[in-house]
């Protein structure tokens, strides 16, 4: 079946440097979505993307938060200057339709932040 | 805007038994309802999803839920837990009317003991 993978599994990084989290969603898919979960606490939504542009946006994704789709099959965060508090596993889904079609989001496996 | 309450942090049962873990939910809108279960270090798998249609639905591994409107509940059951469906389980909620996002509840650690 196919998977959403995501690389790395865990990313060290020194508060203030720019982290860039991947994703390679699934291949027929066309909604990408970013999900964050502090330790212990609730997935959160972050950002949805179709054709090549956000669809939408919580609170949590301000400026420093960037999304990409550079090629056809990657997806990417990008976290400009990083904060204590942006340590987190941060979840890529991807989907088939939007809320419209009703389709479900499948997750990827996540990747570690931990900014020292 | 939409919410969800998963009000047990922890559920415990005893293998072969039949086991609930609880979901409530608020919308303005139509409610899209979703599990998804969360093995160590794993991402979420999606279980089953309501959407319309009959309130009992029935999805992954023998995992079924009920929508119960007038209660605004969606409550994931097993009618005989394993060992092996020891994971984390999270309710989703999509409202028909607003965002593409869900909104997750906290999660429920279900432990299923031998």
């Known amino acids: 079946e196919p998977e959403v993978t995501q690389t790395p599994s865990h990313q060290v990084t020194q508060m203030g440097q720019e982290v860039i989290l991947r994703c390679v969603p699934i291949?027929?898919?066309?909604?990408f979505y970013w999900y964050r979960q502090i330790l212990g606490q609730k997935v959160e939504f972050l950002v949805s993307?179709?054709?090549?542009?956000?669809?939408?946006k919580s609170e949590i994704f301000d400026d420093q938060f960037s999304v990409e789709r550079p090629d056809g099959s990657n997806f990417t965060l990008k976290i400009r200057s990083t904060k204590l508090e942006d340590s987190a596993m941060y979840f890529c889904?991807?989907?088939?339709?939007?809320?419209?079609?009703?389709?479900?989001?499948?997750f990827g496996d996540g990747t570690r932040l931990s900014i020292l | 805007a939409q919410s969800v309450a998963q009000p047990e942090d922890q559920v415990n049962v005893a293998e072969g038994n039949p086991l609930t873990v609880k979901c409530t939910y608020s919308?303005?809108?139509?409610?899209?309802l979703f599990w998804y279960v969360q093995y160590p270090n794993r991402g979420l798998q999606f279980l089953l999803k309501y959407i319309t249609g009959d309130n009992l639905v029935k999805g992954s591994y023998g995992f079924e839920a009920e929508f119960n409107k007038s209660q605004t509940s969606f409550h994931l059951k097993k009618p005989s837990a394993l060992v092996s469906d020891s994971a984390l389980y999270f309710c989703?909620?999509?409202?028909?009317?607003?965002?593409?996002?869900?909104?997750f509840g906290a999660g429920t650690r279900l432990t299923v003991k031998p």
């Open positions: 291949s027929n898919h066309l909604y």
């Open positions: 889904a991807s989907s088939e339709g939007d809320r419209t079609s009703n389709q479900p989001q499948h």
């Open positions: 993307f179709y054709n090549n542009e956000i669809s939408e």
């Open positions: 919308v303005s809108g139509n409610p899209y």
């Open positions: 989703a909620v999509r409202d028909g009317i607003e965002a593409n996002d869900m909104r």
